[in-house]
């Protein structure tokens, strides 16, 4: 069993950064994929950016290339989102997954784990 907590949300301007944590508990790291997705509201939960930890493989939607980067620290067992550049569609509760097989995807429904959400908001 894998429990995801996610943390860092809040509001910033456009052009703003935040950087969001999600802490996993058990051992994650090269034994999961691990993956961040958004929701806005009256929206479908997208895929933001995924990593495989055992080849060190990230992805990312199109729209948040060279803005965003998915990162971990197998020390502290937690995931972050660096989040650069923040445009107003950009605002979301994010979700940080976990998928109990070392390789990434980008479909939501692979995932196993997921956390409570953070809020991100960011206005114009």
């Known amino acids: 069993q894998v429990q995801l907590a996610e943390s860092g949300g809040g509001s910033v301007q456009a052009g703003g950064s935040l950087r969001l944590s999600c802490a996993a508990s058990?051992?994650?790291?090269?034994?999961?994929?691990m993956g961040w997705f958004r929701q806005a509201p009256g929206k479908e939960r997208e895929f933001v950016a995924a990593?495989?930890?055992?080849?060190?493989?990230?992805y990312y939607k199109d729209s948040v290339k060279g803005r965003f980067t998915i990162s971990g620290d197998n020390s502290k067992n937690t995931m972050y989102l660096s989040m650069n550049s923040l445009k107003p569609e950009d605002s979301a509760v994010y979700y940080c997954?976990?998928?109990?097989?070392?390789?990434?995807?980008?479909?939501?429904?692979?995932?196993?784990?997921w956390g409570q959400g953070t809020q991100v908001t960011v206005s114009s």
């Open positions: 990593i495989s930890w055992s080849v060190g493989l990230s």
């Open positions: 997954a976990a998928r109990s097989d070392p390789i990434a995807t980008i479909e939501p429904e692979n995932f196993d784990y």
């Open positions: 058990g051992r994650t790291f090269g034994s999961y994929a």
